[in-house]
């Protein structure tokens, strides 16, 4: 029998503060977490030539297990965990167990205090200016439930290309204001440029836009929205934006200032590798007025982020396994995953695009392609057809897609590698569309 794990708060803390500030840490973690993953720097430091390092990314791979049974190009529902990850919240939900609400009543608190440092450290935010959620929904729901400055002469804007569920909430939003309902239709392809063109003639066109959703990295097809221009532009007619980074943190490398919004929403159970469960809420700092209190948590002599979602009971596991998500997502380095990830994807658009059949969604230049991508036979834009070419890439050539619904264009199969998937992998889906679409 293994013998229990013999943890407190004052080792618990050792370790996850020893993540940030040295390679040795003691207990938990220490000696059985960190060490595996302590690979070798490559003399690769250029991202873009690093993408193209099949033997580091193939000892990358080796931190993960492989789906069995398919080769799985979707991995933009959530993101496997590394083993290292996977290891230290095995061993956390063993403590949280064992220690019950002696732990989660007397130190879990500090535990998050902690581990909301580093989430701002990471995102180069202030810790006053992010809450954890159990996923990105968690706050946005906040964000439009408690949304103060709507009236009925307000308009409130989103794009086909958002999040569905957050489409419907814009669109609730909306009618429980009685404001005017915008969604932006966007074309099936586009670049930088047209995107900040198309939503700042929609901001002009609509003068009365209160509160406007921006959807960093799309889901349908991995489109990034050059987020900084188009906000500055919202900013000059007092538009607030909400930014869906739920898809975009970790497939795309970035920080909040970078990003120059107000309220934001993020996930770190997608592209971090955190265990699920694990989301983000940022407001800025000096801006908590517009989102009130979760109801009833309203308190006379405190104002926080905290106070706008309710966390209640959740799996104290997760969350403090996240101290080992960012450290693993470090050592790599958020700049290699996003160029490998770019580069995957770049391997079958690259060959698909020139083919007369095959119609590519999304980005069209590279600042507006991440490693996500989707596509289609041209002209079969419906339901049924793309279900059936799923399914055909499934089971005839084993390779795992989702089909994306949510595109005033049509139907689409989304294509989304991890930095662990083989180039071989994508060279199947390359082959099998090769026959597919004659
Ligand atoms: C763009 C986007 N927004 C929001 C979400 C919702 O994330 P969650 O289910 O973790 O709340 C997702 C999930 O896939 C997404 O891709």
Redesign the pocket.
Known sequence: MTSPIRLNRRCFLASTLGLLTTTSIPTFAATKLLEPYNFKKTKNTNPSTLAKDESYWNRIAKYYDRTEGIINLEH??WGKMSHPVQDFYLNAIKMVNQQNSYYARKDFNQDMTSVNQMLANALTINSSEITLTR????GFHALIRQYKNLNSSDAVLWADID?P??KRGMQWLAENHNAKAIELKLPAQCSKADLIQIYTQAFQENPNIKIALL?H???QHGLKLPVKEITAEAKKQGIDVIC?C??SWGLVDFTVPELGVDLAVF?L??WIGSPLGV?ALYIKEGLLDKIAPFPGDAKPDTNTIAQRVHMATADFASFISVPMALDFHTKIGGKNKEARLKYLRSLWVNQLKENPNIEILGAIDEESSTGMGSFRIKGKTSETEVKNLQKTLEEKYGVFTVVRDGLNSGYCIRVTPQIFTKTEDIQALINALRVESA
């Open positions: 933009g529902y996923n990105a929904s968690e999040y569920s957050f959807t990295v799309s889901n869906d739920a898809q996930n159970h997608k989301g």
